[in-house]
């Protein structure tokens, strides 16, 4: 098949989002990663941002997926049949047929569980199956030149992983991933209101927490926010009233474990890398990089710029969209095209 041909589809397989790009069509798909199920029917009841919606408000019979965490398929049936749902609702199905795709993943993905991400995109029928850091794709997407000799640190924060990243020259130099993430964010407010004020709260409560009082750094109009939960003592509803100064701290904690592994890394970059990094600074991409403060945190602690990328959301597929160009001139020179068939064949250990 000629190559302008083939569908070129870039997806963003978070824990929180899942992202997808079409060629010639843009972002087709930005939803949660969440399914819900009813366990009578064996039927899909609902998916993405209308599964969400339905999060801890169902009842027994009603099961909530979540096919994908840091980064990793953890139900490989429920990650084939969300995203034939996805693009059976977006009438795109035959767009997988000898398709190129690129699959973004955290940084330390082992080989086994990459095999597992390229098996779900071959068994949807594509021809080509590229895996990506996620942070090398964000970094691109932020605008980044990763092609000269030129060190930049990249901090990708998402849903179940922080990926940190030094890249130069075209690729990633040094790469460390963590779990600690928005998820791990929303976790932390949980135990924080429950041990404060004895309030069992649920995953979107402490989601809407973060969004509207979480930051790093004090910012005028700081305010309160009621939350509404289950009191453990009585059982019984109870509102708690939580103030911004509150979830700073909570988030600053957790915040500090990315930090431990940004000053790692740093230690380990090579000297000339290391002059390039204090004169571009740090580049913030993800979810996370919208907190309030981000910036003001990392100045603070390194003394070095920070920036936060364009698209913090969205970056990784439109760097995907940007790689496209590279991918397609090594499908030209044959780079893909004996390894995809041989390894759609079989499942031994060999990586595109």
Same mark, same amino acid.
């Given at each position: 098949?000629?190559?302008?041909?083939?569908?070129?589809?870039?997806?963003?397989?978070?824990?929180?989002?899942?992202?997808?790009?079409?060629?010639?069509?843009?972002?087709?798909?930005?939803?949660?990663?969440?399914?819900?199920?009813?366990?009578?029917?064996?039927?899909?009841?609902?998916?993405?941002?209308?599964?969400?919606?339905?999060?801890?408000?169902?009842?027994?019979? /009603?099961?909530?997926?979540?096919?994908?965490?840091?980064?990793?398929?953890?139900?490989?049936?429920?990650?084939?049949?969300?995203?034939?749902?996805?693009?059976?609702?977006?009438?795109?199905?035959?767009?997988?047929?000898?398709?190129?795709?690129?699959?973004?993943?955290?940084?330390?993905?082992?080989?086994?569980?990459?095999?597992?991400?390229?098996?779900?995109?071959?068994?949807?029928?594509?021809?080509?199956? /590229?895996?990506?850091?996620?942070?090398?794709?964000?970094?691109?997407?932020?605008?980044?030149?990763?092609?000269?000799?030129?060190?930049? /640190?990249?901090?990708?924060?998402?849903?179940?992983?922080?990926?940190?990243?030094?890249?130069?020259?075209?690729?990633?130099?040094?790469?460390?991933?963590?779990?600690?993430?928005?998820?791990?964010?929303?976790?932390?407010?949980?135990?924080?209101?429950?041990?404060?004020?004895?309030?069992?709260?649920?995953?979107?409560?402490?989601?809407?927490?973060?969004?509207?009082?979480?930051?790093?750094?004090?910012?005028?109009?700081?305010?309160?926010?009621?939350?509404?939960?289950?009191?453990?003592?009585?059982?019984?509803?109870?509102?708690?009233?939580?103030?911004?100064?509150?979830?700073?701290?909570?988030?600053?904690?957790?915040?500090?474990?990315?930090?431990?592994?940004?000053?790692?890394?740093?230690?380990?970059?090579?000297?000339?890398?290391?002059?390039?990094?204090?004169?571009?600074?740090?580049?913030?991409?993800?979810?996370?990089?919208?907190?309030?403060?981000?910036?003001?945190?990392?100045?603070? /602690?390194?003394?070095?710029?920070?920036?936060?990328?364009?698209?913090?959301?969205?970056?990784?597929?439109?760097?995907?969209?940007?790689?496209?160009?590279?991918?397609?001139?090594?499908?030209?020179?044959?780079?893909?095209?004996?390894?995809?068939?041989?390894?759609?064949?079989?499942?031994?250990?060999?990586?595109?």
């Amino acid at each position: 098949m000629k190559l302008e041909e083939r569908t070129f589809i870039a997806l963003d397989l978070g824990t929180s989002n899942i992202i997808a790009y079409v060629s010639k069509q843009g972002i087709v798909y930005n939803e949660p990663s969440i399914m819900a199920y009813d366990l009578v029917t064996n039927t899909l009841l609902a998916l993405g941002e209308e599964a969400y919606n339905m999060l801890g408000k169902t009842h027994e019979n /009603i099961s909530m997926v979540v096919p994908i965490k840091d980064g990793v398929i953890t139900d490989l049936d429920a990650a084939k049949d969300m995203l034939k749902h996805v693009f059976g609702k977006l009438k795109m199905l035959n767009d997988w047929k000898n398709s190129v795709i690129l699959l973004a993943c955290p940084s330390e993905v082992t080989e086994l569980e990459r095999e597992a991400l390229k098996q779900v995109a071959y068994d949807m029928g594509a021809e080509i199956v /590229i895996v990506e850091e996620e942070v090398k794709m964000a970094a691109i997407g932020a605008g980044i030149n990763i092609d000269i000799p030129k060190g930049n /640190i990249v901090i990708d924060i998402g849903g179940g992983t922080s990926d940190i990243a030094i890249i130069s020259a075209g690729d990633i130099i040094i790469s460390r991933s963590i779990k600690v993430a928005g998820n791990a964010f929303n976790d932390e407010i949980k135990k924080y209101v429950r041990s404060e004020y004895n309030v069992t709260i649920g995953d979107r409560t402490a989601e809407n927490v973060k969004k509207e009082l979480g930051s790093l750094a004090k910012y005028k109009g700081e305010k309160t926010m009621s939350v509404f939960g289950r009191d453990i003592v009585s059982g019984l509803p109870k509102e708690a009233i939580i103030s911004s100064e509150e979830i700073r701290n909570v988030l600053v904690n957790a915040f500090s474990r990315i930090t431990d592994m940004v000053i790692e890394i740093m230690e380990n970059t090579p000297p000339e890398l290391a002059g390039d990094i204090i004169s571009n600074g740090f580049m913030l991409c993800g979810g996370g990089a919208l907190i309030r403060g981000i910036k003001e945190y990392f100045n603070g /602690i390194f003394s070095i710029p920070c920036k936060i990328s364009p698209s913090p959301m969205t970056g990784v597929v439109e760097g995907a969209q940007i790689y496209q160009k590279v991918i397609n001139r090594r499908i030209e020179s044959g780079y893909y095209g004996k390894n995809a068939r041989d390894l759609r064949k079989s499942s031994q250990s060999q990586y595109i």
